[in-house]
Antibody, heavy 118, light 110 residues
């Protein structure tokens, strides 16, 4: 069974750094792209970007380029999303999702709630 | 404002059918047959219900079906059941490794 398990909720202050994780299991982790999606309170999901664990090829959405960094450690089947300096507007639930062999996000993590206080 | 437009809420009684629309543009829904639908119970992982407009993943009930006409995709749920009550999101591939999402529709089973 394919599973993506994300790290737990975080409460941070503006200006702090943060790295959240998404661990895959039940499939060949290096072979499938992992995407990240933001969902702000009361809003629809937004596409942030995608990374290929096999070679760390990363494609950011223009809205998130320079705002976050995506990375992977394929030795432990884990993808990461990190911020160097959080803002209150980064408060949201962040989901990771696996892209299948086509263009569908077929399996999702349970989400990580990030709360940033000013 | 989300890239794809969905109704904020729909409702139906058990046994009835409902349809949720998802309107995009000629740059996403209208161009690509790569629309997917997700069922989301808050606090849980979104679940893929329909992909590539009409396809159902293994294990998803035949009561769920998808279609598309022009820039609008639709999800139909027939024979509504209490367990269908959830938030539903549409998603379309939009080219250059980019996806766009709808704002979500809250389904209430009366």
């Amino acid at each position: 069974e394919v599973q993506l398990v994300q790290s737990g909720a975080e409460v941070k202050k503006a200006g702090e750094s943060l790295k959240i994780s998404c661990q895959g299991s039940g499939y060949s982790f290096p072979s499938y792209w992992i995407g990240w999606v933001r969902q702000m309170p009361g809003k629809g999901p937004e596409w942030m970007g995608i990374i290929y664990p096999g070679d760390s090829d990363t494609r950011y959405s223009p809205s998130f380029q320079g705002q976050v960094t995506m990375s992977v450690d394929k030795s432990i089947s884990t993808a990461y999303l990190q911020w160097s300096s959080l803002k209150a507007s980064d408060t949201a639930i962040y989901y990771c999702a696996r892209r299948d062999s086509g263009w569908t996000l077929d399996n999702w993590g349970q989400g990580t709630l990030v709360t940033v206080t000013s | 404002q989300s890239a794809l437009t969905q109704p904020a809420s729909v409702s139906g009684s058990p046994g009835q059918s409902i349809t949720i629309s998802c309107t995009g543009t000629s740059s996403d829904v209208g161009t690509y047959n790569l629309v997917s639908w997700y069922q989301h119970h808050p606090g849980k992982a979104p679940k893929l219900m329909i992909y590539e407009v009409t396809k159902r993943p293994s294990g998803v009930s035949h009561r769920f079906s998808g279609s598309k006409s022009g820039n609008t995709a639709s999800l139909t749920i027939s024979g509504l059941q209490a367990e269908d009550e959830a938030d539903y999101y549409c998603c379309s591939y939009a080219g250059t490794t980019t996806f766009v999402f709808g704002g979500g529709t809250k389904l209430t089973v009366l």
